[in-house]
């Protein structure tokens, strides 16, 4: 199935730094989603985004729906140790439910305290 | 908040061993999905189940079937274990587009 290209690969930051990481597609979707996931635990759903240019935010987490729907940013502000992690982006191509969801292939986050 | 619930978190399997891996979602929703993950190769889906009984292949089925006899159960079955299916097993159920997923099956074939 196609992937989606989320980038970087790999983030190395120290604490306290703001973070910024996104997702592109050559293909439009309806749905963005954000998930986190922690070592040997199953991922967790962190923002969903369904409208084009949408902005949502959860704590300290931003992300927005991009104009085109080909690609989704993700922020993190104020970084701390408790952010390490996967981080991985979701499309959606159809606005029904029945539908697969495509992954990027993550976003590895250290901080540094 | 929705609860998706994987059976077991480590599994060690024999080669040729028929194995079952199950999930449990509390939330009535209809679709449920199978995926597994490998490092470098990120989610792929295995299969999908849109509603009881049925079932539609995701995009690297071989080797696998699955099960819905319940609304709140989908279960992945290998029917015959080989080593390259040893990996970490996700189960997924959806609403309003998103996916929640189990905490995994870190599955081992020896």
């Known amino acids: 199935g196609q992937q989606l290209n989320q980038s970087p690969q790999s983030m190395f930051i120290q604490e306290g730094e703001d973070v910024s990481m996104n997702c592109t597609s050559s293909s439009i979707f309806n749905t963005w989603l954000w998930y986190k996931q922690d070592p040997g635990e199953g991922p967790v759903l962190l923002i969903a985004?369904?409208?084009?240019?949408e902005l949502t935010s959860n704590g300290r987490l931003t992300a927005q729906f991009g104009i085109t729907r080909k690609d989704s940013f993700l922020n993190i502000s104020a970084s701390i140790p408790s952010d390490v992690g996967i981080y991985f982006c979701a499309g959606q191509r159809s606005g029904g439910s029945n539908y697969k969801l495509t992954f990027g292939k993550g976003t590895l986050l250290t901080v540094n305290p | 908040d929705v609860k998706v619930t994987q059976s077991s978190r480590y599994l060690v399997k024999r080669t040729g061993e028929k194995v079952f891996l199950e999930c449990v979602q509390d939330?009535?929703?209809?679709?449920m999905f199978w995926y597994r993950q490998d490092p470098g190769l990120g989610l792929r889906l295995i299969y999908f189940s849109y509603d009881v009984k049925m079932k539609e292949k995701g995009d690297i089925p071989e080797g696998y079937s699955v099960s819905r006899e319940k609304k709140e159960r989908f279960s992945l079955i290998l029917e015959s274990a080989s080593t390259n299916q040893t990996s970490m097993y996700l189960c997924a159920s959806q609403f309003g587009g998103a996916l929640h997923f189990g905490n995994g099956t870190r599955l081992t074939v020896t």
């Open positions: 939330m009535d929703h209809e679709n």
């Open positions: 985004l369904y409208k084009a240019g």
